[in-house]
């Protein structure tokens, strides 16, 4: 029972005693798992038992597959520096050329020359070539040397001073005289601090040169006789 007296409120319980404000049943209810509960408990309840579900990081976690391509960004270039690499540090094919039809072309036109003999398979002619200009016959053949190197061999009727000018280019130094067998040759040092052997009779000048080594001159002049 109860009564009420201004704005409180006065509640009789079953013992008889009053109670100021809102019975105890009035402020209790089942809970959804049967317990007694306050009003407002139950939701307090749902809102601790909900999961809470981790925060996604900013870094998912990567497949195999992503994995793998990340490892081929990486390792397809460093192959391709091997393999550059491979080919430069290679030995350079080279594409040799018969030089005999060039002397027998030069002997032909009045050049008192031969084809040097006693060379080893070392020395690989790759060019050869015949001119004749004012009736003065020139004949140049290029080599590969043993070392690696380049060197010309040329055989010409044009004047020495002349022939050593334009083939050596910017007034070469004479070093000296260079004693290669029994024959004597003049050597020469170029603007680009390459030698040259020049040896000149009544018939015709003969210049050994190139970039390559100076006993590699001597080897090639010694075989000409």
Not at 27 to 36: A, Y
Not at 67 to 92: D, H, K, N, Q
């Amino acid at each position: 029972m109860s009564s009420r007296s201004g704005g409180s409120s006065l509640w009789v319980s079953e013992r008889g005693r009053f109670q100021v404000g809102a019975p105890r049943w009035l402020t209790l209810c089942r809970g959804r798992d049967g317990s007694r509960r306050g009003i407002g408990e139950d939701e307090v309840m749902n809102a601790t038992q909900e999961t809470v579900k981790p925060k996604p990081s900013g870094r998912p976690d990567r497949r195999p597959r992503d994995m793998v391509l990340s490892l081929a960004v990486l390792l397809v270039p460093i192959g391709v520096i091997f393999l550059v690499w491979g080919f430069l540090t290679s030995e350079t094919p080279v594409s040799e050329i018969d030089p005999t039809p060039a002397y027998i072309q030069a002997e032909g036109l009045g050049l008192d020359v031969t084809e040097p003999e006693g060379l080893s398979q070392e020395w690989r002619p790759l060019s050869s070539g015949v001119n004749q200009a004012d009736g003065l016959v020139t004949l140049r053949v290029g080599y590969y040397t043993p070392s690696g190197g380049g060197m010309q061999f040329i055989a010409s009727q044009v004047d020495s001073a002349e022939l050593i000018e334009a083939e050596l280019n910017q007034s070469p130094r004479l070093l000296g005289p260079v004693t290669v067998g029994d024959v004597t040759w003049q050597s020469y040092v170029t603007a680009k601090g390459t030698t040259a052997l020049v040896y000149t009779d009544e018939s015709m000048t003969l210049i050994v040169h190139g970039d390559t080594t100076v006993e590699e001159l001597q080897e090639f002049a010694m075989v000409l006789g």
